[in-house]
């Protein structure tokens, strides 16, 4: 594809699908028993041709019903998978909130995490130190940010793992449903970062259920259905149809 300097993503005729296996066998007695009845598998289409691209500066929302395909897609623009078909082009640094704890190794600190993490996001340890009270100052851990974070809630987790997020210079952020964890006070607090974000240019794609949170931060809404791209364009437009199909 030629370069597009306007798109900061470019998804073309994605296809993806997964093996579900059917009346799977737990026990070693149960595969030997049932060794060519058991592990049945069906294939399961997720992705059904999808398409799409998204400028720099936009903030897009991707809505749609449990099973839609809406993690799976965001999944496939970190690389952390990959489609069966179609192609997928991102421009410039990435950074992703997609699972509680991801990347976070449970018997390191929060500190010791922040370096791991922040280094895999391609940070230099000197670019980490020059950060390291933002994100711990944002985190609002700094008594915890010593402990093991096997001992967080996952709410600390979230407060750690996106204080790191916002904190590496990214081009492109991809917010899964995370923000749904925790208590308000963060939550309203890590929307308001986002809207600064939006303010300086960065190109987000937000996941969430909280159509409140859509219509606030993005202009732009992609509703999945099915596996297919049922609708995209201006947010209002969006999330009321989708709001009033799924009453």
């Not at 594809?1 to 005729?13: G, H, L, N, R």
């Amino acid at each position: 594809m030629k370069k597009q300097e306007e798109y900061k993503i470019v998804i073309e005729d994605v296809h993806k699908s997964f093996n579900v296996y059917l009346d799977k066998a737990n026990t070693i007695k149960e595969k030997l028993l049932f060794l060519f009845s058991r592990n049945k598998k069906q294939k399961r289409q997720v992705l059904k041709g999808v398409n799409a691209k998204i400028r720099q500066g936009e903030v897009v929302a991707l809505i749609g019903t449990n099973g839609s395909g809406k993690s799976t897609l965001l999944k496939l623009l970190t690389k952390i998978i990959y489609p069966n078909s179609g192609k997928i082009y991102t421009e410039g640094k990435l950074t992703s909130l997609l699972e509680l704890g991801a990347g976070f190794h449970p018997d390191f600190s929060g500190r010791e995490n922040i370096y791991f993490n922040a280094s895999i996001f391609g940070l230099t340890r000197k670019e980490i130190d020059a950060r390291l009270n933002d994100i711990i100052e944002f985190s609002e851990l700094k008594n915890y940010i010593d402990n093991p974070v096997r001992t967080y809630s996952s709410g600390m987790y979230m407060r750690l793992a996106f204080s790191i997020a916002i904190n590496v210079d990214a081009d492109i952020l991809l917010i899964d449903e995370i923000l749904s964890v925790g208590d308000e006070h963060f939550q309203n607090k890590c929307y308001a970062k986002m809207k600064e974000l939006k303010a300086e240019g960065k190109t987000m794609v937000f996941v969430t259920h909280n159509m409140s949170a859509v219509k606030e931060l993005c202009d732009r809404s992609i509703w999945l259905c099915d596996g297919k791209i049922k609708m995209d364009g201006n947010t209002k437009e969006v999330v009321d149809a989708y709001v009033e199909a799924t009453k």
